[in-house]
């Protein structure tokens, strides 16, 4: 109990908070070394902002665990959403911030032999996305099949195939708005993580409601 208490109120917060500092040091084009960040007095006030918002979450939910894994899932989306957005990249210290949460939040809310299914079935999926992505030639972005891999690792392989399908359907139609309103070309970068963070909102929506 008390474990999961410090998983919960302690760890998750703390890489929350990592992920943000972190995450606002790339937007300012500013990225510090990542063992730097235990130093900053952002990091702590960002974590207790978070262990408030996790708190309401939690209240607000019936007190669900699962829920307040969703909610990491979803702010993780929306923040690399916003980096990838300004940026074009997805930062791989945000990525494993993201996975060690996911982790945490795994271990208190299933069974150990339904985790470790979706850690080997997500990580054969996340090899496969990361040899896709390198024989595609920017097809589908190192950071994109990255994120999805280590999504269908905390998720679950057919998770991620629904958010993707929603996320190409999303990019389908504004593609279609760039190359007819704004005049853009079919070689156009767009970035993929807004549509699937998109998505992901969709979803959540969908399976509350």
Known sequence: MVAEMMAVWVFVPLLAGMRIVYAADVL???EKPFYR????GSLYLVSIVCVIINFVVWLCSG??????????MIASYLLLAIVDWKKKIVPDTV???????QMLLGAVTMDPERLFSMLFTGGVLFFFLIAFAWLSKGRLGMGDAELLGVTAMAAGWAYVVQIVTIALIFSFFYGLWLLFFRRMTMKTEIPFVPFLAAAMAVHTVYIVL
């Open 28 to 30: 300012k084009g500013m």
């Open 37 to 40: 960040i235990w130093s900053r």
């Open 63 to 72: 007190h669900s665990a699962y829920m307040l894994r969703l909610w990491d």
């Open 95 to 101: 990525l494993v911030c993201f996975f060690a949460a």
